[in-house]
């Protein structure tokens, strides 16, 4: 998983360079009041939400194509699914924030694609080479003749579509072809952007109660796209908990975080489980407890800002590590496959500083 945050912009984003940081108050306090500098535990969540998503996508990749996690059963989401949702609600806050500070359309623009598209460009690139050597079961010349190769990066690249494969490259693993399933996330993280900039430009930002049209269009795309398998696809799961975050900023004057609120809302998502409610009150749920995490007053977890935000090269590269191992390791279970994979991309993290 795009970033996915999704993709996943940095906490810190969009601030003045005048800012002085501010202790969190207490737990009544409402979002404008706690909003200062790196003061937050985001960095740290969206690195869990990554690893979550890791997780998640083991199972498929080591039992042989789509299974039902221990997540799904209980609550009807992949856990990967979910962890994306908290890197979208988290997105949407922020990405909001940054259209609504920066004050430049250009800056704005530039912003994100230096977020997003160099270190795409890079797992591209190093996927399609250095797989070929490790895992390819055809010749280097034939491999780098072929158009499929040259095309996976550049359709993946501008987003237009998806391309997963590479030629003999995965083709017996338990998830055939699939070298990065990770970025679908991408395309609908960059459509969400493009939407804060369109309500920007005609001043919906500037209008709270404008905001909640786009914001029951997200709505009702919840409730009616959805798949044969009855979960949502791309945008249509993932665009509320986006606009829920950036909604959560335009009202963050009004919008108090407590720890009972996010614990009645989580209590409300278990009841609503199996009605037509349930995904509308999971994804506020998860949006509202995800911004009081982040918010939380815990000093002991602020000291993670430290690191930095490596969350989207761990998304990125996770599925292709994965991937790999299960083609090393064939009938490796999915627990000894994330336990594997986790360490293993930690390690390229910090070599390699992405």
């Not at 990749?61 to 994306?84: D, R």
């Not at 079961?137 to 997963?164: E, P």
């Not at 083709?171 to 072809?177: E, L, R, T």
Request: aromatic residues 14%; glycine residues 8%; contains cysteine.
């Amino acid at each position: 998983m795009v970033s996915p945050n999704a993709s996943l912009p940095a906490a810190s984003e969009g601030l003045p360079t005048n800012w002085t940081a501010k202790p969190i108050l207490g737990p009544h306090k409402t979002i404008a009041e706690i909003d200062f500098g790196r003061n937050n535990n985001f960095n740290l969540i969206r690195m869990f939400a990554a690893i979550c998503v890791l997780v998640s996508h083991a199972w498929p990749i080591a039992l042989h194509g789509p299974v039902a996690e221990p997540l799904q059963v209980l609550t009807g989401y992949k856990l990967g699914t979910l962890s994306v949702s908290i890197f979208f609600a988290t997105s949407g806050y922020f990405i909001t924030k940054s259209f609504d500070r920066r004050g430049s359309l250009p800056d704005f623009i530039l912003a994100r694609v230096a977020r997003i598209y160099p270190a795409l460009a890079v797992v591209l690139i190093l996927s399609t080479i250095i797989l070929e050597f490790v895992c390819g079961n055809i010749s280097f010349g034939h491999y780098f003749g072929q158009f499929r190769t040259v095309r996976y990066v550049i359709v993946n690249l501008l987003l237009l579509k998806h391309q997963y494969d590479l030629p003999g490259i995965f083709v017996y693993n338990g998830h055939p072809g699939a070298i990065n399933g990770s970025i679908w996330s991408l395309r609908p993280e960059v459509e969400c952007y493009f939407f804060v900039v369109v309500l920007g430009l005609v001043g919906l930002l500037n209008i709270r109660t404008a905001f909640l049209v786009p914001l029951s269009l997200a709505l009702v795309t919840l409730i009616f796209v959805q798949s044969d398998n009855g979960l949502l696809n791309g945008a249509g799961v993932l665009s509320l908990p986006f606009a829920l975050g950036g909604a959560a900023y335009l009202y963050r004057d009004y919008v108090r975080l407590n720890r009972w609120i996010a614990i009645g809302l989580l209590g409300l998502a278990i009841g609503a489980f199996g009605h037509a409610v349930y995904p509308m009150v999971l994804a506020l749920a998860l949006a509202y407890t995800t911004l009081w995490l982040g918010f939380s007053n815990t000093p002991l977890l602020h000291t993670y800002n430290r690191l930095g935000d490596y969350s989207y090269g761990f998304y990125l590269y996770a599925w292709p590590v994965e991937q790999a191992l299960a083609w090393v390791f064939p009938g490796i279970t999915p627990v000894l496959l994330a336990a594997a994979a986790i360490p293993s991309r930690c390690c390229l993290l910090l070599h390699h500083g992405s």
